[in-house]
Structure formats: C-alpha cells, structure tokens
C-alpha cells in the first residue's frame, strides 16, 4: 500500500497529488512522520504557492512528533505567518508556537 503512494508521488510532480498522498502515507504508516513530513516538505518546495497547508502540516509534524526538528518546524512557522491568508484559529496557534519555542531556544531546551 505504501509503495502505491510513493508512486504516486514519483510519477506527479502536482503538489496536490503530494499531499493527499501525504496524507494517506500518514495515515497507513505508524511512525512513519519524518517520511511523511518530508512529502509535506517536497509538495512546497516545488509549488511554494500550493493553496494545500502543506508547509503547516510539515511544521507541525516536525514540533510535535519529530522534536529534534523543532528548528525547521520555527523557521516554517514564522514563514506561513509571513505569507498569510491564516484563519484566526491556525493563525493564533503558530504565534503561540513561534513564542513558545523561541523561548525554549533561549533557554537551552
């Protein structure tokens, strides 16, 4: 099952084919957030415009599941911001993230 969406993602270079597989990868795989965080990656680095929240969703996998990522996770956080178009919800969610893991930079967490 997993190889058919790896295909998938082989054969499109579509970000919306990346990230429903993505997704399903996330979904069919149990510890399987660093591959599935590097779809997320992949789908907007080649359509960095993509209307998917492919960028959040790599973000998030790497804050919450993949701690040793939380660098990226900050840089993708203060990116989304920059671009915008955020609900207030997802908005209000990555300030509080971006404060909570700058403050745990500086202190050495």
Do not use: C
Not at 11 to 17: H, M, T
Request: aromatic share 12%; hydrophobic share 40%; charged share 30%.
């Amino acid at each position: 099952m997993l190889s058919e969406f790896e295909n998938k993602i082989a054969g499109f270079i579509k970000a919306n084919a990346i990230f429903d597989s993505a997704d399903r990868i996330l979904l069919a795989v149990s510890g399987g957030a660093d591959s599935t965080a590097l779809y997320y990656e992949r789908a907007y680095q080649w359509d960095p415009d993509t209307i998917y929240p492919a960028r959040f969703k790599a973000a998030y996998i790497w804050d919450k599941r993949l701690a040793i990522r939380r660098a990226d996770a900050l840089e993708n956080y203060q990116e989304i911001l920059k671009r915008g178009g955020l609900s207030t919800k997802r908005k209000e969610f990555i300030e509080k993230r971006i404060m909570e893991l700058t403050q745990s930079e500086r202190s050495g967490e």
